[in-house]
């Protein structure tokens, strides 16, 4: 112990200094050229030119809105300059697991998911519409996320419904626009839960989002994945998580970088809400990395 005393004491201050600012400097180049993906997570869609979206007159949009409007100026740019819309499947499959090769149609593209959160109306009547109108404009399919809580989907169709129902997923999901993942039943904190309630919380929902699409996916994709509600997980709720799905995603403003994933239940996410304009998420995504050979 005297012997590594008396040299710390006299190990140079510089040398000590110039050596942590090379290691920062690594650090640095290594993240930068790191190649990444970018993840989007969204919530509500909100269309400021319909007046029966009323909770919008006379009040500022609720923080993790986003208008129909500058989505549909994000997604536009994303189809016209060719990035490849990922699936959670496709970044499990080829950039988590990496069973499989990257198919050649996706060469020279770059990577990116959009995914929504909650079980929001708006994905129905505000969000397909846009994922309509650019199939229509452009011939190209975009496929979004939707990470859904089926315990607080509407039971039935209402003009006063603030949540979708099934059939609004099933018709997503069969024109191929939905990707639908699981949110847990109820959207409730999992880190909270005693184990009885977390099991529930996460199978619970696996089961009827499955249910509401079983005859539309015959493969069981539906519900393979989940995003953490709240984005807060733990060891020991990704350790049941692990039991029912294939990844974990959070919500941590944080860039997917391949190579840099410490488990397939800690895929971090990019937060997204009303003060990021349309101009940054581009920015945001023209970081993502170009499929080569």
């Keep these: 112990m005297k012997l590594i005393k008396f040299k710390f004491k006299n190990f140079p201050f510089g040398i000590f200094i110039a050596t942590v600012a090379s290691i920062f400097t690594i650090w640095l180049i290594l993240n930068f050229l790191t190649p990444k993906i970018p993840i989007f997570g969204f919530h509500s869609i909100i269309d400021i030119e319909n007046p029966s979206e009323k909770r919008l007159q006379g009040s500022p949009l609720p923080e993790i809105d986003y208008t129909k409007q500058d989505l549909s100026e994000f997604l536009d740019y994303l189809v016209r300059h ?73 039971k039935g169709e209402s003009k006063t419904a603030y949540n979708l129902t099934c059939r609004n997923l099933r018709k997503g999901f069969l024109k191929g626009f939905y990707d639908i993942q699981s949110h847990g039943h109820r959207h ?74 410490r488990s397939n239940y800690q895929i971090p996410r990019l937060s997204v809400n009303h003060s990021k304009s349309t101009q940054k998420l581009i920015q945001m995504a023209e970081r993502a990395l170009t499929i080569k050979n």
């Design 188 to 261: 409730k904190k999992l880190t909270e839960l005693n184990t009885d309630e977390l099991i529930y919380e996460i199978a619970e929902a696996q089961v009827k989002l499955r249910r509401c699409t079983q005859d539309l996916d015959p493969n069981k994709t539906v519900a393979s994945h989940i995003a953490y509600p709240y984005g807060a997980s733990n060891k020991k709720v990704e350790e049941y998580v692990s039991k029912y799905y294939l990844s974990g995603y959070l919500y941590n403003s944080r860039m997917f970088k391949i190579g840099w994933l």
């Design 82 to 154: 060719n990035f490849w819309f990922l699936s959670t499947q496709d970044m499990y499959d080829y950039f988590i697991v990496k069973f499989k090769q990257i198919p050649p149609e996706h060469l020279g593209q770059k990577p990116i998911m959009i995914t929504f959160d909650d079980s929001y109306k708006t994905f129905y009547t505000n969000l397909l519409p846009v994922l309509r109108d650019l199939e229509n404009k452009y011939g190209k399919k975009v496929k979004v996320v939707l990470f859904i809580n089926p315990g607080i989907l509407a």
